[in-house]
């Protein structure tokens, strides 16, 4: 069960230093760190709250990723290697909402 869980907290936790990093107010990096809490409350509220929050953190990747990449590029920096990056991690936590699929965590949380 807690492997299953693993790429949603870390998700959780580069959201949060992401969060934190980019300038976000102070309670939106403890709201993710508090997100991971929700792992212990079994009930399936709880699941597609944390599905919902890793989707669109997801798109926050993606505009990252778009932001960064369009002023790397105008100061004449290569992207490529940071693109591929942030692409791969937007990808990590898209994939984290769909664990909350498995059999084992539906039964779990009741969904």
Same mark, same amino acid.
């Given at each position: $069960?807690?492997?299953? $869980?693993?790429?949603?907290? %870390?998700?959780?936790?580069?959201?949060?230093?992401?969060?934190?990093?980019?300038?976000?107010?102070?309670? =939106?990096?403890? *709201? $993710?760190?508090?997100?991971?809490? %929700?792992?212990? #409350?079994?009930?399936?509220?709880?699941?597609? @709250? *944390?599905?919902?929050?890793?989707?669109?953190?997801?798109?926050?990747? #993606?505009? @990252?990723? #778009? =932001?960064?990449?369009?002023?790397?590029?105008?100061?004449? %920096?290569?992207? @490529?290697? $940071?693109?591929?990056?942030? =692409?791969? =991690?937007?990808? *990590? @936590?898209?994939?984290?909402? %769909?664990?909350?699929?498995?059999?084992?965590?539906?039964?779990?949380?009741?969904?």
């Amino acid at each position: $069960m807690a492997l299953l $869980m693993t790429p949603v907290i %870390l998700s959780l936790l580069l959201l949060a230093a992401h969060a934190s990093r980019a300038g976000f107010p102070l309670p =939106v990096p403890v *709201l $993710m760190l508090a997100l991971v809490g %929700l792992l212990a #409350v079994p009930r399936c509220w709880a699941a597609r @709250t *944390l599905q919902v929050v890793l989707m669109v953190g997801a798109l926050e990747w #993606v505009r @990252t990723t #778009v =932001v960064l990449a369009v002023a790397r590029q105008a100061a004449g %920096l290569p992207a @490529t290697r $940071m693109v591929i990056i942030l =692409v791969a =991690v937007a990808l *990590l @936590t898209a994939a984290s909402a %769909l664990v909350f699929r498995n059999s084992r965590l539906r039964r779990r949380f009741g969904c």
